[in-house]
Each structure stands twice: as C-alpha cells, then as structure tokens.
C-alpha cells in the first residue's frame, strides 16, 4: 500500500481559513508558491459521449488565457495533449477536431459542446522538505463549483509525497486533518460533479488481498492484507458521498465487510501488535462495524423482504406503509453512515491504520517504542505462525458446534460461530498456499459454506428485530401477527441451513490433517 497524495475537505460555511499557523508548516517550510487564481471548465456534449470514451476534455485560464487539455486512454495508458484556445471570457474550440483522434470522434461530430461544470481556484502552495531528501507539498484551494444543479463553495487541503518515508507523510496528513477538523475526501471536486451526472463512471473494484507466499515474514503479510481492506474501504467513500440509490448501500456493504476484515486481521495479529495499540484498532473498528450496521440491516428489509411480502399478501395495505417506513429508516442510517465517514473520527481511523500498516518498518517502528522484542517478531517467517493461526481458529469452532446443534438458536452463539467462522475462511484463503493439501479442498468448501449460514441466520433476524420496531406502533393490526409468522418461518429456514452447515463443517474436520503438522 502506497500514498502518494491525500485530498482533505474542511468544513468551514464559509470563513476564511489558512495553513500558514500550521506548525508543521512553520517548521518546515522551505519555500512558498505565490498565490495562484484560475478558472476550470470542463466539456462534453449533452449526452456524455466524450465522457463514455473515456475523454476528458479542460480549459483552464489563467489571467486571461486559456489553455486546452485532452486526457484519454491508449493501449491501456493515459495519454494528454494541451494547445492554447485563445484569450477573452471563453475558450475558442474551433480546432477541437485538430486535437482528438479521429477514433475519438466517432459520434461526436455534429454535436454540441456545453460546459458540463465549472471550477473558479485560488491555491495557496508550501514544500516541505527533509534532510533524507523527502518532501512534501501541501496545496491549499478554495473556490466555488457548478454544474448541472451543482453549486457549492469548498476549501480542501492536498497534501503530495515525493519518496520519502510513508510513514511521516501520513503522520503530516494526521496533524493537518486535527489542525483543521478536515476529514477524508476521495475524490476532486470535478470528480464529485462527474459522479453527480454519471453516476456510472466510478464503481467501486474488487477486493484481492493476496496469498502469501511461503516464507514471508508475519509483519508484511499484516501490513499488506490490511492495506487491501483499507484501499477497498476508501474505495467505497466515493459512492457511499456523492452517489444514489442502489449505489450507496452496496457501498455500505463492502465497506462493512472491509471493516470486517480488518477486525478478523486484527484478531489475528493481536499478539503481534502492542498492547495499546490493538485495543484501539479494536474499540474504533468495532465503532465503525456499529455505524455501518444499521443500513445493512435496513436494505435487507426494504429491498427485499417486504417486496416479497407485498407481492405474496397484496391484500395487506398496511404492508405498502411498513414499506415507506423501512424506506426512511434505510435512508436514514445511509445519512448516518455519510456523516460518520464525514467526521474526523473517521480520518483518524483510517490514516491512523496506514500509519501502522503503510510498511513493514513503520509497523516495527511504532511496536519498538513499546516492546523491542515485538521488532523480532514480526520478522519472523509466517508459515510455522500461519499453520498454528488455523489450528487455534478451527479448535474452539469445532468445540463450539455443540451450541449450534440445539434446538432453539440465540443471537450470541450464532453470531460466535459466524465470527470465527469468517475469520477462518480468510484465513485458509491467505495461507492456502501453504496448505494446499487436496483434502483440504473439501474442508474449505464447508467453512465457506458455514459462513454463508451464519451470515443468512444473522440478517433474518436482524431484519425480523427491525421489522418488529416499526410495527410496535400497531399492536392491533392485522399485519403484525402476519409479519411475526413470516418472519419466524425464514428464521427457521435460516436456521435449519445453519445447522445443516455446522455438521457438514464437523464432518469435514478430520481432513484438516492438522494444517500439515
């Protein structure tokens, strides 16, 4: 995991603000930019096209010239050309055609261009330097944008490494993001306007921590892993701010399981870390898991399991109402989910947790400040670590598939099986490498599986819990005993397949051949 540049948004309705107090700055400030006004505009015709096809298309005035910028992509790299357009109030783009390749022409012609939005910038600039040859520039903007029926002001703060130690550039983010109560922004403001008129352009992408590889030290296999889940974590915060509908609860859901992963990582590696260190991760991981929560559980209500009852029991009108309440509760923890990711909490979390995951030295470095043997440890080599990881994990799994098999099922014994299930699962999925025994095909598949029970247990009744509070309203209607019925059949459903899960895992355990021992 790499940082080469994090964007900030500060918060201020309005008041005027500076960095130049900042003592980060004031301490190592080796030279300051003038200060730099200029006005972006970027096109397209109506319907997106040069959009589609991957174009950008800018002009960008300062003082009263302009300059023309295309950015598109060939053979899998990105490609620019620039040329001035003139002088005056507008750009000319008379020699548009002159610029673009012909390929990316194709169903442009005869078009209008229209500015889809519009940027006015004033940029404050500072270089940071250090004695290692490090540095880093901290840029300042503010401004105002439009575009579609976008109109907003925005100061943001970006902050840019050139080589250097990742670690103090993140320790610079951090200290910035507390001087000005700035929190985590993924994208540029013209970014945020392109996913505002096309909300398809930015989909968040798959997940792939990686296998480790035979011999790999414990610490780079933690600060890798964990660097995956929190680069799909950041993945999410463009969708889960700026997009709609659908879009933002899935983002919610890969972010919930991002959150999830780093708590089994955590779980996993807490011997390895400093004791004040991993009981912070934990108690801020397990914040961010509750804040998330919510809006799974409201999606998994309002899309999905009173659209089925509506369809079965059309003669119910209460359920069309029930529906309209599930559809504000759902908006409501999604709100709540932005505001979390909005807070600096958040951004102390997240740049705290790259702190401690961006290298393998920096993760050493802030372990020795507390136990130097915890130095040693994590360069120890992961295969003997790894293979004792899983037989600590599938031991109380299967001591505790005895809960499972009773008749009544709880919340806290499902929910214990789940956990450590899931963290099983990942781990056999890292580690497989090391065990990639044919036997073990078998045992993988049930683990897996019993993860999917637990999960489709632990929904049903979340949603069931849900549903149940906002009905307490109607303790007389017609619709409540109809929603207890169904919503105890699919927990029943939910839990046969739980329990069918659980003694298929038990069945399979002899084949673990104790991890290769």
């Not at 509908?245 to 807490?270: I, K, S, T, Y």
């Amino acid at each position: 995991m790499t940082f080469e540049s994090v964007r900030l948004r500060v918060g201020l309705e309005g008041r005027e603000f500076s960095l130049s107090d900042h003592p980060v700055l004031r301490a190592a400030v080796a030279g300051k930019s003038r200060l730099v006004e200029s006005r972006e505009q970027a096109y397209d015709t109506e319907d997106g096209r040069l959009r589609r096809k991957g174009v950008l298309l800018v002009a960008t005035r300062h003082g009263a010239k302009w300059t023309g910028c295309a950015t598109w992509s060939r053979e899998g790299s990105p490609v620019s050309r620039e040329w001035e357009c003139g002088s005056g109030e507008a750009p000319e783009w008379s020699d548009l055609k002159k610029q673009l390749p012909e390929p990316l022409l194709d169903g442009v012609r005869g078009r209008n261009l229209e500015c889809r939005f519009a940027l006015d910038l004033r940029e404050e600039r500072w270089r940071l330097e250090y004695p290692d040859g490090a540095r880093i520039t901290v840029r300042q903007f503010q401004g105002g944008l439009s575009g579609g029926e976008t109109e907003e002001g925005f100061h943001e703060v970006l902050l840019e490494r050139s080589g250097g130690d990742p670690i103090r550039f993140l320790q610079t983010v951090l200290a910035v993001a507390r001087h000005c109560g700035a929190f985590l922004e993924p994208l540029s403001p013209a970014e945020r306007v392109w996913l505002r008129l096309d909300p398809g352009v930015l989909q968040p992408g798959p997940m792939v921590p990686g296998e480790a590889s035979a011999g790999e030290r414990i610490g780079l296999v933690l600060c890798r892993t964990g660097g995956a889940h929190l680069e799909w974590l950041r993945g999410q915060l463009p969708v889960l701010l700026y997009g709609a509908g659908d879009g933002r609860r899935q983002a919610v859901l890969n972010g919930l399981e991002a959150v999830r992963g780093l708590q089994r990582l955590v779980a996993w590696f807490g011997e390895w870390l400093p004791e004040t260190m991993r009981r912070d991760m934990e108690n801020e991981l397990l914040w961010l898991s509750g804040e998330f929560s919510p809006a799974c559980a409201g999606a998994g209500l309002a899309r999905e399991r009173l659209a089925r009852m509506r369809v079965r029991f059309p003669d119910q009108p209460r359920l069309a109402e029930l529906s309209a309440r599930a559809e504000q509760e759902l908006e409501s923890a999604l709100d709540q989910a932005v505001a979390v990711v909005r807070s600096l909490r958040f951004t102390r979390l997240y740049i705290g947790f790259a702190i401690w995951l961006a290298s393998e030295e920096g993760l050493k470095s802030v372990a020795v400040e507390v136990d130097p043997a915890l130095r040693e440890r994590l360069a120890m080599p992961a295969e003997g670590m790894a293979r004792e990881l899983l037989r600590r994990l599938h031991k109380p799994l299967s001591e505790m598939g005895g809960k499972g098999g009773e008749e009544s099922l709880d919340l806290a014994s499902v929910a214990g099986i789940g956990a450590q299930a899931a963290a099983l699962a990942q781990g056999l999925a890292l580690f497989a490498g090391w065990v990639a025994e044919r036997r073990l095909l078998e045992y993988r598949q049930r683990v897996d599986a019993l993860v999917v029970a637990c999960e489709g247990w632990l929904e049903m009744d979340a949603q069931g819990r849900l549903g149940a509070r906002l009905l307490s309203e109607w303790p007389e209607e017609a619709v409540v005993p109809l929603w207890a019925g169904w919503s105890g059949a699919l927990l029943e459903v939910a839990g046969e397949g739980f329990r069918r899960a659980l003694e298929a895992f038990q069945r399979a355990a002899s084949l673990t051949g104790d991890f290769g021992k």
